[in-house]
């Protein structure tokens, strides 16, 4: 048992096996959100998060370069595609409890708290939805490579909380909004209408986390009395490497409480 949120979120952040972290990573949502519910949360407590995650032996993780493409029209294709998302879900597992106990040091109200774990959450069943789905197409998550490198975000921001923020949810998750209806499109082409649905359940929950990105970017912003808009474009200069790629989904953007005017002055015309 662990005795406090920092805690569970290390021990998420120190379990490799991809369906072990995800299992741990629910049952420690359900306890937060149940000892919120019966009015004695968890204490957040501190707990040092380790400076990469554990991760399995397989997959691979190799340069992105290295990283062999498909043909996205192909059955092979398909799963490919499948497995980078899976990657990027797992991934994604852990950036969220890392946010939650790497900043303690930084008095934050309790609902940071709740969004994050709620992320946390829903990133494992997307997870756990792709895993189903590759194992559906006789693959698995391990059977391909992956791209290294996905932590390389966390790692820059370790120290900057508002950082953080900007480049993981409002520029990286904000990208998912914009590539989604694609690979939906694509599945919806193959008739594969259960990986359709999964897509359409990570799409519709995507957006929640780039709101959560939002608010409490903003919420620091206020105060520390930074222009967020500002503010925004210093810190994805300094800690995102490379621009923005449009098309923009503007509207799901805006949803999540992205206005243009902080990513189209950052985009690569
Ligand atoms: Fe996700
Ligand atoms: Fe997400």
Request: proline residues 8%; charged residues 25%; aromatic residues 8%.
């Amino acid at each position: 048992m662990v005795a406090s949120l920092a805690e569970a979120a290390v021990d998420v952040l120190t379990t490799a096996d991809p369906r072990d972290k995800t299992a741990r990573s629910r049952a420690h949502a359900v306890r937060w959100r149940e000892s919120v519910a019966a009015g004695d949360p968890m204490p957040v407590g501190t707990a040092a998060p380790p400076d990469h995650p554990a991760r399995p032996d397989a997959p691979a993780l190799l340069d992105p370069r290295d990283v062999p493409r498909r043909r996205p029209g192909s059955r092979q294709g398909r799963i490919a595609l499948l497995h980078a998302i899976a990657h990027i879900e797992l991934n994604a597992v852990d950036l969220h409890w890392d946010i939650i106990a790497r900043f303690t040091g930084t008095p934050m109200p309790r609902g940071f708290y709740d969004d994050w774990v709620k992320a946390a959450d829903e990133e494992s069943k997307h997870f756990n939805l792709l895993a189903d789905r590759l194992e559906a197409h006789d693959s698995h998550y391990g059977a391909l490579p992956a791209h290294a490198g996905m932590w390389r975000a966390a790692e820059d921001t370790a120290d900057d909380l508002e950082g953080r923020l900007a480049v993981v949810p409002m520029v990286l998750e904000a990208r998912g909004l914009d590539v989604t209806p694609g690979m939906i499109d694509l599945f919806r082409a193959a008739d594969d209408a259960e990986t359709v649905a999964a897509l359409e359940v990570i799409y519709a929950e995507e957006v929640g986390h780039v709101a959560y990105g939002s608010k409490w970017f903003h919420f620091l912003c206020g105060r520390h009395e930074h222009d967020p808009k500002d503010r925004f474009h210093a810190l994805v200069q300094t800690y995102f490497h490379g621009a923005l790629k449009p098309p923009f989904n503007e509207e799901k953007r805006a949803e999540a409480g992205l206005p243009p005017d902080f990513y189209w002055p950052l985009a690569d015309r």
